[in-house]
């Protein structure tokens, strides 16, 4: 589309008369831009087509019942959320469940690494390098006997 009708397209549509000659006679005389404004056109009056016979008037007390419908379905404040109701019971007994869970199997797991018991006094003996001192070694087997 050519630059002469860009300008002033937007008036032409909208059905203006005050159009220069220049713009009517480049329409007139140029078949592809006669097309493009002939579609757009064609698209616009389509859309009147679109449009609604008259504004829509809702029904009496629509808004009424509406606005009722909408506070009936509004959720309730966070406080109730703790209110000792049977869902919130249900959710602190399980909440407390998975803590003891937890805690359990932490303890547990942790147990495993004590649960050898003290060491044999043989144990002792080898881990304490006294095989060099027998007197050394006598004391140990005594201390570990009391």
Do not use: D, I, K, W
């Given at each position: 589309m050519h630059q002469v009708i860009v300008d002033r397209l937007e008036e032409?549509?909208?059905g203006s008369s005050n159009l220069s000659r220049e713009f009517t006679s480049h329409?007139?005389?140029c078949p592809a831009c006669h097309a493009e404004v002939r579609e757009m056109q064609e698209i616009?009056?389509?859309?009147?087509a679109l449009r609604a016979p008259s504004?829509?008037?809702?029904?009496?007390?629509?808004?009424?019942?509406?606005?009722?419908r909408i506070?009936?379905?509004r959720p309730a404040p966070g406080w109730r959320m703790f209110s000792w109701e049977p869902t919130f019971g249900r959710r602190v007994a399980f909440?407390?469940?998975?803590?003891?869970f937890m805690l359990g199997s932490f303890l547990i797991s942790r147990e495993t690494e004590y649960a050898?018991?003290?060491n044999s006094p043989e144990q002792l003996i080898a881990s304490q390098n006294l095989s060099d001192s027998p007197d050394a070694m006598l004391a140990s087997l005594v201390a570990y006997r009391q």
């Open positions: 032409y549509l909208a329409l007139e005389s616009g009056a389509a859309f009147t504004e829509f008037v809702a029904a009496p007390g629509f808004h009424a019942r509406l606005n009722a506070e009936s379905q909440a407390s469940l998975m803590a003891l050898a018991g003290p």
